[in-house]
């Protein structure tokens, strides 16, 4: 069964820079696209961005582009979300996920998630 286990959230203040990491177990990781998403409070499921197998193909939703950036090292079965200029309307529980189809960004195409965690952006 394929885990995912993520780290990295936390309190900071607006402008300020994060990294969200999640590590993916119990299948090949290299098979997968990846994905990262948000939940406000009192909103829905929102995609933030996503990447290819080899993570040279990246994409993200208009939110957080110029932003967030995606990537991932297969060698360590690790996807990341760079998190940089936030911002208080950032303020969510992120999720990672994996998918088994390309530029995949509605939430139904994603089999396998994180646990979420929380960021709190202050201004």
């Known amino acids: 069964q394929i885990q995912l286990v993520q780290s990295g959230g936390g309190l900071v203040q607006a402008g300020d820079s994060l990294r969200l990491s999640c590590q993916f177990s119990?299948?090949?990781?290299?098979?997968?696209?990846m994905g990262w998403f948000r939940r406000a409070h009192g909103k829905e499921r929102e995609f933030i961005a996503g990447?290819?197998?080899?993570?040279?193909?990246?994409y993200s939703g208009d939110s957080v582009k110029g932003r967030f950036t995606i990537s991932r090292d297969n060698a360590k079965n690790m996807v990341y979300l760079q998190m940089n200029s936030l911002k208080p309307e950032d303020t969510a529980v992120y999720y990672c996920?994996?998918?088994?189809?390309?530029?995949?960004?509605?939430?139904?195409?994603?089999?396998?998630w994180g646990q979420g965690t929380q960021v709190t952006v202050s201004s």
């Open positions: 996920a994996a998918a088994n189809r390309g530029r995949a960004s509605a939430p139904n195409e994603y089999a396998d």
């Open positions: 119990g299948r090949t990781f290299s098979w997968y696209y």
């Open positions: 990447i290819g197998r080899s993570g040279l193909s990246t």
